[in-house]
């Protein structure tokens, strides 16, 4: 069974910083691309930054430079470093494994909300 899960989300003032986990398993992880995804009411869920299973990275411009994307293949686990935050970052946040378009897991999510 895949499960992924994810953990570090909350409340957080402007300006602050925070770190999302997304620990997979049931997968054979080093083969697949992770990402982060985000949603916010009433909005398209957007990618946020993802990570190839390569290493290889892209990122949202709205999160350029203040987001970064790494993942520990020993833990099987993806993180989300999340610096400099802006209300508008507020949103619930999806970590997604994809292995060529042939599988296609998401998490159930975490709230993040950036606001004083």
């Known amino acids: 069974q895949v499960q992924l899960v994810e953990s570090g989300g909350g409340l957080v003032q402007p300006g602050g910083s925070l770190r999302l986990s997304c620990a997979a398993s049931g997968i054979r992880f080093t083969l697949y691309a992770m990402g982060w995804y985000r949603q916010a009411p009433g909005m398209q869920r957007d990618l946020v930054a993802s990570?190839?299973?390569?290493?290889?990275?892209r990122y949202a411009d709205s999160v350029k430079g203040r987001f970064t994307i790494s993942r520990d293949n020993a833990k099987n686990t993806v993180y989300l470093q999340m610096n400099s935050l802006k209300p508008e970052d507020t949103a619930v946040y999806y970590c997604n494994a994809n292995w060529a378009s042939i599988s296609d897991y998401w998490g159930q999510g975490t709230q993040v909300t950036v606001s004083s």
């Open positions: 990570i190839a299973s390569g290493g290889g990275t």
